[in-house]
């Protein structure tokens, strides 16, 4: 068994003018095991691990959705016309490819033939053809170039950012009113994917591509050796917009808007699962410096400052889970 593990992670600090902050960060994990049989002939090594980088999917962020049109989206209905797209493309790799003779094709009567879609064609409903479909539809790229592995690379680590910004406390219109103004925005996005694994009877013909059996015909069916069940985008506005002042008598405001969502590809259930919450909160602060002398409290330590913070908050939350099935189209 030989495992590895690599990460990626790169940060940034900008300060383009006094008081604005701009913190870029990003960062890829690939943790990956090999499991090879030694004492057989022949043996098909197994692949398992997990997947996570920082994504972007701002194309389709901050919409929303209504029973009154059972709960139609313009990106779900995008991921299903990305499905024959993508298998168009899987399929043309195959394309001039030679059926092996190992593994479960070693008797088999096509060994050594060429490809045919005849004998067993791409599954649109495999992972293969759904997580590229998914990630393209989502993140508000072309089908046709979005990047097919499930697995990609370090140029496909997007950033997500962190800003803040301080400057409004020094104009003159605020300083009369405020001792600090502060706006914060965040955007955090991640895709992943899930512990995965990879099938026991998968022949290689190289490049990632390769062959399990049917288990209906026993025709050979093109696939990755990937067997991956679930991947996941989540993505955070956390917050879109936040606000926090603080006046001259040490009394504190803030207001701030959060949305977020986690969008699931099950491909073995053949369903998306979309879950969303939008939150609104509101809060006062008050601090009452010295509060030990206020009460002229004695003892030990009657040189030292105790201070005592009152904060209250309330906010408002929104819950959204929608089962959206993939081969019917129905959302629930």
């Not at 994990?29 to 499991?35: A, E, G, I, M, V």
């Not at 998914?134 to 072309?142: E, I, K, L, Q």
């Not at 936040?242 to 808007?257: C, D, I, P, R, W």
Request: glycine residues 8%; positive net charge; contains cysteine.
């Amino acid at each position: 068994i030989f495992t590895r593990a690599k990460e990626v992670s790169i940060d940034a600090t900008l300060e383009p003018i006094p008081g604005l902050k701009i913190t870029l960060t990003g960062n890829r994990t690939d943790n990956r095991s090999d499991q090879m049989m030694f004492m057989y002939d022949d043996i098909t090594t197994i692949y398992s691990g997990t997947y996570t980088k920082t994504h972007m999917a701002l194309a389709t962020a901050l919409r929303g959705c209504s029973s009154d049109n059972g709960y139609q989206s313009a990106a779900f209905d995008q991921f299903l016309s990305n499905i024959p797209v993508v298998a168009d493309r899987i399929r043309s790799r195959y394309e001039g490819r030679v059926y092996p003779q190992r593994g479960f094709l070693t008797t088999s009567k096509w060994a050594h033939l060429p490809f045919s879609t005849e004998v067993g064609d791409v599954n649109s409903m495999n992972s293969d053809v759904l997580i590229p479909a998914f990630v393209a539809a989502y993140s508000g790229t072309d089908a046709g170039k979005v990047n097919l592995s499930p697995f990609p690379g370090l140029q496909a680590i997007l950033p997500n950012w962190r800003v803040s910004y301080d400057g409004l406390s020094k104009l003159d219109i605020f300083k009369k009113w405020f001792k600090s103004v502060q706006i914060n925005h965040a955007y955090q996005c991640t895709y992943s994917v899930g512990s995965y694994t990879s099938y026991s009877d998968w022949v290689s013909v190289g490049d990632g591509l390769g062959f399990t059996q049917d288990v209906t015909t026993g025709n050979p069916l093109p696939t990755s050796p990937y067997n991956i069940t679930s991947v996941t985008i989540t993505e955070k506005f956390a917050p879109l917009v936040g606000v926090k002042v603080t006046l001259h008598n040490s009394m504190t405001f803030n207001a701030e808007y959060r949305d977020s969502r986690t969008l699931s590809l099950n491909s073995s259930a053949g369903q998306i699962v979309e879950a969303g919450q939008k939150s609104l909160k509101f809060g006062a602060g008050y601090k009452i410096a010295n509060f030990n002398t206020v009460l002229k409290l004695k003892g030990k330590q009657s040189n030292v400052s105790n201070d005592l913070t009152l904060n209250l908050d309330c906010s408002l939350n929104n819950n959204t889970a929608l089962i959206r099935k993939i081969e019917t189209g129905l959302t629930q």
